[in-house]
């Protein structure tokens, strides 16, 4: 039998938005997906805020019974004691967050974080009944030097030797080099990792998990590309960086049914 993947379209704001500015965005992405009739059961959609801004988009989601969904952008590897600076998975739970990116290019760049420091947080994110996003991704040169989705699957393995076959997680393909450069992978670039990735995912925990993870692509992701992606079989959504913080832009992303019908 076909498994059905719900498409996740995720926001990822980094470190833009005050805890304020959080509550006008999301209030006005609620409206306008309100106005647009927008089946939340056909698209998900999540958003990312700093984590200053997570108790007031708890807050307002819950008090307005909203369907968004939202998470962190990090989480620490330990869930408690002298790590100065570190946001334990416990806190992001107890806060209602249901997702959290983990191994974002940025993260691994600007923090050297390893491949086994990001399978370490996955674990810390399931542990906490959390859903992590785990980021992949190659930069230029690794695509010249080693070809497309040698990098991505690499980094995945790591991940996928230290959970559980059952472990609820979502892949986010990112490739580096297309990440704020306006100029993203084709969409058949994409298919061919996003592929990839789902053999070793099938290679690693067996064919049904495999058929139930979501992967997403991540590199420059706009209202006038997100269609080709969507069209492909193995993508299954997007994690969105500059355009999320557009919310007609963001709107009309999470809206792709609409250029592409039934996918």
Known sequence: MAVTRVPLIAG??????????????VQKLAWSLRDAK?????????????YTDLRSVQTLVSADKLELRYG???????????YTGEISGAFLKAL????????????????????????SKT???????LVPVVCV????????????SAVPVAQLAVVLGQIAADADIVVAYEPVWAIGSGQAATPEQAQQVCAALRESIAAALGDEI???????????????????????????????????LDVDEFSAIIRFRQHVGTV
């Open 12 to 25: 990822n704001w980094k470190m833009n938005l005050d805890h304020l500015q959080s509550i006008a965005f």
């Open 38 to 50: 927008h089946d939340y059961a056909a698209t998900e959609v999540a958003v990312f805020p700093p």
């Open 72 to 82: 962190a952008q990090d989480l620490s590897q330990h869930d408690s004691g002298a």
């Open 96 to 119: 209602d967050c249901r997702y959290v990116i983990i191994g974002h290019s940025e993260r691994r760049q600007y923090h050297s974080e390893s491949d086994d420091v990001v399978a």
């Open 123 to 129: 674990v810390a994110a399931l542990r906490h009944g």
């Open 137 to 148: 991704g190659e930069t230029a040169d690794d695509l010249e030097k080693h070809g497309p």
């Open 210 to 244: 495999a058929q139930r993870t979501r992967i997403l692509y991540g590199g420059s992701v706009k209202a006038a590309n997100i269609a080709g992606f969507m069209k492909h079989r193995d993508v299954d959504g997007a994690l969105v960086g500059g355009a999320s």
